[in-house]
C-alpha cells in the first residue's frame, strides 16, 4: 500500500504509540548513539553514508572497509538492543520482529553496484561519494535516530517474509483474512446494491450539507417513511401527495442525490416556473460542488440541445416544463434517454392545466414508453384522481395530510368571523365577532375590514392578502396604508430605506409610485406587473421580515414559498373566474410558517351571494385531473404525433396505437374522447398531419412507413406550435428575399410572438410616432410586411381605413417596435412609458420573444433555405435574453443574478464569470451593497457551476474534432 505520509505507517500501531516506556527507551538509545558517534568521529573521523541495500529493508554500512565492524553496525545493534526484554516484543508486528530477531541482517544482505546505481538516480542528493564527505567534513550528526530508521524499516519490510514465531503468523493471518473480508464487502456493496452510507443510503456528508446550507437537521417522520418506501427502494415509479409546505421537495432532492451519487445516472426535476428553476439551481449548485455532479439550467432560452456528455460526471437538469420536453426528445434523437435514471416532477396536478400539461403528459409517455429503467417521481399538494394517474405512471402511491404547521380556515361574512368545518351541517361554525372601531367614512371605503383583519397581526407577523385583480392588489396595498398609524412607519424603518434605495436602483432611478407610498409602512404588491428583479427585491424583503404584508394575485400561491401567520382571501373570485377547490387549497396551504408559528390561519371574506358556492368549494373535493392532449381541437395529440414519429419511436399507424394506449388520454378515454374513440381521433390527426406537410408516406416499395418531412422536423426540433409553423415558414421565406440587416428591426419582428398580438392593442398615436422616427430603411421594411405609413398616419387620425390590413401582422409589428427601443435603450421604465404599457407587460415580451427566438432558431437549423439565420438569431437570441450592456451580460448568465445586481458586481471588480467563480464568498458579501453571505455563497457555486459546464462543452467540441472517423475505424 502506498503511503504519502510515513508517519502514519508508524502512528497507527496502537501497541508502540501507547507505550511510552517503549519510545522513552528508543530516545535514550537515540541519545547514545549520537554520543556514540561524536566519540567515534572524534577518534577516527569515519563518515557513515546510508546506502539503498535489497528493496526489503534498510541497511547501515561503513563507508570504508579500514573501520572496524564495530564502531558502526555493532555499536548500533547492541546499543538499541541493551536493556530490552523479550516481553518488549510481544505485541510487535512480524516484519519488525524479524528486523529486531536477526540484528546482522544488514551484514548479510548488504548492496549490490547495481541497488547503489539505482538510488543514486532515485536521490541524487543522496548518491555522494565517500571523498565528498570528507572533503565538506559531513558529521555524522546528521544520521537519523534510530526511531527514524524503525520507521523506515517498517515501510520497506512490512511484506518481508521471516521465520516468526507461531502466534505472530496467526496474528498476521487473522488480518489479512478480514481485510479479505473487507474488500469483498465493499466490492459486493459496490456491484449489487446502491446503498453508500447512512443517510438513506447517502454518505453522512450529505446529512452535513443539508444541515448547512439548508438548515435541516432532521427530518419529519412522514419523509423518513417515504424515503424507506419499497416503492423507493425497488425503483418503481412512485406519486406522493401532501398539503402545501409538508416538505416535498426535500424527499425529492434526497432522491435525486441518490441516483446521482449511488446508481451515477443522471437526473432530471421538472419545474413549472423559470423563477423556481432558477431558485432551485442556485439552491443546489453547492450540492454540486461539493459533490462532485453538474448542476445544469434549462429555462427560457437557456439549455442546450442535446447536453453536454458529462466526461464522467453526472448531471442533473433542472428545467420548466417546456424545457424539459425539448430535452426529453433530444436525449432520444442521440440514444441517451437511459443516461436519466430518475425525473421528478413538481405540481404533478398541473397535467390538467391547459396546453403545459398535454407537454407534461407528452414527456412522460415518452420516458414510459423508451426508457423501462427510468424512475418517474411525481408530487403534488392537491390531487383528485389519483388512481388514474397511477394507471397512467404505472406507479405507487403514498399520501398524508401532515402539516408541520397546524392550519385553522376561516370565512368572514359582514362582521362575524366563522371556522370552516365540513362536519357541520353548515360547513361553518362561529367563531368571533370582528372588534375593529370603524368611523362612517372608513365603512365605507373599508367595507370587507381588511384593515380590521390584518392589523391583528401585523407588523409584528407577516400577512398575505389574495386579491382577484392585479389593479386590486395595488388599490387594497394602497387603502390599508392609509388607516395604519404612524407607528408602523418607524418599525424596521431603515431596513425599509435600503430597500426603497434598492427597488429605485433596479428602476435606473425610477421607482413605482404604489410602493413609494406603501414600502415605509412595510407592505407591497405582488403580481405580474412588476418586473423580475422588483418581484425578486420584495420577496426577499417580505422572507427577510423587512415587509410583513402582500397583497398579491393567485400566482403567488403556485409560485415560490413565501409562507404567512394569516392568509386572506379577499374575494373567492379570480378575475371573474370563482376559484377552484385546487386554487383555494393552495392559497390557504401558505398560512403557518414552519418553526416560526405553532399555528397558520386563512380567513375567506364573503358576500351573502356566494355562500352556497363557499360551502362547496370549502368541502367539495379535488377536482379531476384530466387529460390536455385534446386542448385546442386536439393540439396536443398532432404534437405528440409528430414527434414520435419524427423521433422514430414510430413510423406505422399500429405502432402510433400502441404508444397511445400508454397516455393519460388512453386511461381517461371514456371521460375525454366523447363523440370519436382514441383510434379515431389518432387516424385523422395522422391524415391532418399529412394534409399540412409535416408527415408523408414512405415511397419505397412494401414500406408504407410514415416518416416527418423537413419541414415537420424543423417543427418539432423548434418546438413551434403546429397552428403558426406554416405562417412562420412563410414569414421566413418572405423575410429572406428582402431582409434588412442595417437594424435589428426585420429580425425582431420575425421573432415576436404570434400569441403575444391578442394581448396588446397598438395605441395609434404612439405607433405614428414610433413610425416617423425610423429610418428609411425600416420604414420600407415596415412596408414590405404590410404597414405602410399612410395606413399608421390615418388610424391615428381617427379615420377609417378601407384598404384591408392583417391586423396581426400590424400589432406584431407594433410589438417589434417595443423591443427594438427596449434594445437600444435597455431602460424598461422608459419604453413602458413611452408606450403606455406596463413594465412586467414589456419584461413578459421580452421573455417570451427570447424564448421564440430560440425555438424559430432550432427551427431555421434543419431548413437549409434558411441557412443565413443561424448566425443572427444565435446572437438576437442572446441580447433578448439579458437586454443589457454587453459587458454585463456574462454575469447575468449565472443563475439569479440580475441587471442591478450585475452592475453592483461589475462596478465592485468582478466583470467576468471566471472573476465571480474564484471569488471568496465572504469578500464578495462585504465588498457588493446589499449582499447576504447566503446569497454570496450561491452566486459563487453558480458561477463555478456554469464555468464548469462552459469548458465542459469545449471539451467535448474538442474530444469531437479529434475524434477519428468511424469509417476509418472500420478498415
Known amino acids: ?35 556514540n558517534d561524536i566519540e567515534h568521529t572524534t577518534s577516527s573521523r569515519c563518515p557513515v553514508i546510508l546506502l539503498a541495500g535489497n528493496p526489503d529493508f534498510t541497511s547501515l554500512k561503513s563507508s570504508t572497509d579500514n573501520c572496524p565492524k564495530q564502531s558502526c553496525d555493532d555499536s548500533m545493534t547492541e546499543s538499541f538492543l541493551e536493556g530490552f526484554t523479550d516481553d518488549a516484543f510481544l505485541d510487535m508486528p512480524s516484519s519488525q520482529l524479524a528486523f529486531l530477531q536477526d540484528p546482522q541482517t544488514a551484514d548479510r544482505n548488504c548492496c549490490t553496484d547495481e541497488d ?54 496467526q496474528k498476521e493471518a487473522v488480518v489479512t483474512e478480514e481485510i479479505s473480508v473487507a474488500m469483498q464487502a465493499v466490492e459486493s456493496v459496490s456491484m449489487a446494491t446502491t446503498d453508500l452510507g447512512p443517510f438513506f443510503g447517502l454518505p453522512t456528508k450529505v446529512k452535513e450539507l443539508i ?32 398539503p402545501t409546505s409538508g416538505g416535498k421537495t426535500l424527499v425529492a432532492e434526497i432522491l435525486i442525490l441518490k441516483e446521482l451519487l449511488c446508481r451515477r445516472k443522471d437526473a432530471l426535476f421538472i ?66 434517454l437511459d443516461n436519466v435514471g430518475l425525473v421528478v416532477v413538481d405540481e404533478l396536478h398541473m397535467l390538467g392545466d391547459g396546453s403545459r400539461g398535454a407537454i407534461i403528459e407528452m414527456t412522460l ?31 405507487e402511491s403514498y399520501t398524508n395530510d401532515f402539516r408541520p404547521v397546524e392550519l385553522k380556515e376561516y370565512v ?132 427577510a421580515g423587512v415587509l410583513c404584508l402582500l397583497t398579491c394575485t393567485s400566482t403567488l400561491a403556485a409560485g415560490i414559498n413565501l409562507p404567512a401567520r394569516r392568509v386572506i382571501l379577499r374575494s373567492p373570485y379570480v378575475a371573474a373566474d370563482f376559484l377552484k377547490r385546487s386554487q383555494y387549497k393552495q392559497m390557504v396551504g401558505r398560512a403557518g410558517r414552519a418553526g416560526i408559528d405553532t399555528h397558520g390561519e386563512s380567513i375567506l371574506i364573503l358576500q351573502d351571494k356566494d355562500k352556497v358556492l363557499v360551502k362547496k368549494l370549502v368541502s367539495a373535493p379535488m377536482e379531476i385531473c384530466k387529460s390536455n392532449l385534446m386542448h385546442s381541437d386536439g393540439k396536443g395529440v398532432l404534437s405528440l404525433i409528430l414527434s414520435v414519429i419524427g423521433l422514430n419511436i414510430t413510423n406505422s399507424l399500429e405502432q402510433i396505437r400502441d404508444f397511445m394506449s400508454g397516455t393519460l388520454l388512453s386511461v381517461q378515454e371514456k371521460q375525454v374522447c366523447l363523440e370519436r374513440s382514441l383510434w379515431e381521433v389518432t387516424q385523422e390527426c395522422v391524415e391532418l398531419l399529412k394534409e399540412k406537410g409535416l408527415v408523408t408516406v414512405s415511397t419505397e416499395p412494401q414500406d408504407g412507413s410514415l416518416q416527418v418531412t423537413k419541414l415537420g422536423r424543423a417543427t418539432y426540433k423548434g418546438s413551434v406550435d403546429l397552428t403558426y409553423c406554416d405562417l412562420l415558414y412563410r414569414d421566413l421565406s418572405k423575410g429572406l428575399e428582402s431582409l434588412m440587416l442595417n437594424s435589428f428591426l426585420h429580425l425582431i419582428y420575425l421573432v415576436t410572438p404570434y400569441d403575444m398580438v391578442s394581448q396588446c392593442k397598438p395605441d395609434w398615436m404612439v405607433y405614428f410616432r414610433q413610425f416617423t422616427m425610423s429610418s428609411a430603411a425600416e420604414q420600407k421594411m415596415c412596408a414590405a410586411v404590410g404597414v405602410s405609413e399612410s395606413f399608421v398616419a390615418r388610424k391615428a387620425a381617427g379615420q377609417n381605413v378601407k384598404k384591408n390590413v ?49 425555438c424559430v432558431l432550432h427551427f431555421t437549423e434543419e431548413l437549409e433555405e434558411f441557412w443565413p439565420f443561424k448566425a443572427l438569431l444565435t446572437e438576437l437570441t442572446r441580447r433578448l435574453t439579458y437586454c ?77 474534432l479529434l475524434m477519428m472517423p468511424l469509417d476509418l475505424l472500420s478498415l
Not at 445544469?296 to 424539459?324: C, D, M, Q, W
Request: proline content about 3%.
Open 116 to 169: 547503489k546505481t539505482s538510488m543514486s538516480m532515485r536521490h541524487p542528493e543522496k548518491s555522494v561519494s565517500t571523498e565528498d564527505r570528507n572533503e565538506r567534513h559531513i558529521a555524522p550528526k546528521a544520521r537519523k535516530s534510530v526511531s527514524d530508521h524503525l520507521k523506515r524499516a517498517m515501510m520497506a519490510n512490512a511484506a518481508t517474509p521471516s521465520s516468526v514465531s507461531r502466534t505472530a503468523v
Open 1 to 35: 500500500m502506498y503511503c504519502s505520509d510515513p508517519e502514519d505507517l508508524f502512528g497507527d500501531y496502537d501497541s508502540i504509540v501507547s507505550d511510552s516506556s517503549f519510545l522513552a527507551k528508543l530516545d535514550r538509545v537515540g541519545q547514545n548513539m549520537r554520543q
Open 211 to 242: 444541515c448547512n446550507l439548508k438548515g435541516i437537521k432532521d427530518l419529519y417522520e412522514w419523509q423518513k417513511t417515504c424515503l424507506n418506501l419499497d416503492s423507493v427502494q425497488q425503483r418503481r415509479n412512485l406519486i406522493y401527495s401532501l
Open 271 to 336: 419545474l413549472p416556473y423559470v423563477s423556481l428553476v432558477q431558485e432551485k439551481v442556485r439552491a443546489l449548485a453547492s450540492f454540486g460542488l461539493e459533490l462532485d455532479f453538474m448542476v445544469e439550467e434549462y429555462a427560457g432560452s437557456k439549455g442546450r440541445f442535446p447536453p453536454v456528455k458529462g466526461r464522467g460526471k453526472r448531471s442533473l437538469y433542472i428545467a420548466t416544463i417546456e424545457k424539459a420536453h425539448g430535452l426529453v426528445n433530444s436525449l432520444i434523437e442521440t440514444n441517451r
Open 884 to 960: 443589457v450592456q454587453a459587458e454585463l451580460i456574462p454575469l447575468m448568465e449565472v443563475a439569479g443574478v440580475m441587471e442591478r445586481r450585475a452592475k453592483l458586481l461589475y462596478n465592485a471588480g468582478y466583470k467576468t464569470l471566471a472573476h465571480l467563480a474564484n471569488a471568496d464568498p465572504n469578500v464578495l458579501a462585504k465588498t457588493v451593497e446589499n449582499l447576504f453571505k447566503k446569497q454570496a455563497n450561491q452566486i459563487v457555486a453558480s458561477a463555478k457551476m456554469l464555468l464548469n459546464e462552459k469548458a465542459d462543452a469545449l471539451q467535448e467540441e474538442m474530444d469531437d
Open 412 to 543: 368572514k361574512l359582514k362582521d362575524s368571523i366563522y371556522e370552516v368545518d365540513p362536519k357541520e351541517e353548515e360547513c361553518f361554525r362561529f367563531s368571533r365577532v370582528l372588534n375593529f372601531k370603524y368611523s362612517s367614512a372608513m365603512q365605507k371605503i373599508d367595507q370587507d375590514h381588511i384593515v380590521a383583519l390584518v392589523t391583528e397581526v401585523i407588523p409584528s407577523q407577516s400577512c398575505l392578502v389574495f386579491c382577484p385583480t392585479k389593479k386590486n392588489c395595488e388599490n387594497v396595498a394602497g387603502m390599508i396604508c392609509k388607516y395604519l398609524k404612524e407607528d408602523f412607519i418607524q418599525h424596521k424603518q431603515a431596513e425599509k430605506a435600503v430597500l426603497l434605495g434598492e427597488l429605485r436602483s433596479s428602476g435606473n432611478g425610477s421607482l413605482c409610485p404604489v410602493l413609494k407610498k406603501t414600502v415605509p409602512y412595510g407592505l407591497a404588491y405582488h403580481h405580474s406587473g412588476l418586473t423580475s428583479e422588483e418581484r425578486k427585491l420584495v420577496e426577499e424583503a417580505y422572507s
Open 806 to 854: 392583417d391586423q396581426v401582422v400590424v400589432s406584431r409589428l407594433y410589438l417589434a417596435l417595443v423591443l427594438q427601443s427596449l434594445l437600444k435603450e435597455t431602460d424598461l421604465w422608459s419604453v413602458a412609458d413611452r408606450f403606455q404599457l406596463s413594465r412586467g407587460f414589456i419584461q413578459t415580451l421580452l421573455s417570451s420573444s427570447s424564448v421564440f427566438c430560440s
Open 365 to 395: 409517455a415518452k420516458v414510459l414508453y423508451i426508457s423501462k429503467s427510468t424512475q418517474i417521481i411525481g408530487m403534488s399538494a392537491t390531487l383528485g384522481n389519483l388512481q388514474d394517474i397511477q394507471k397512467f405512471l404505472k406507479a
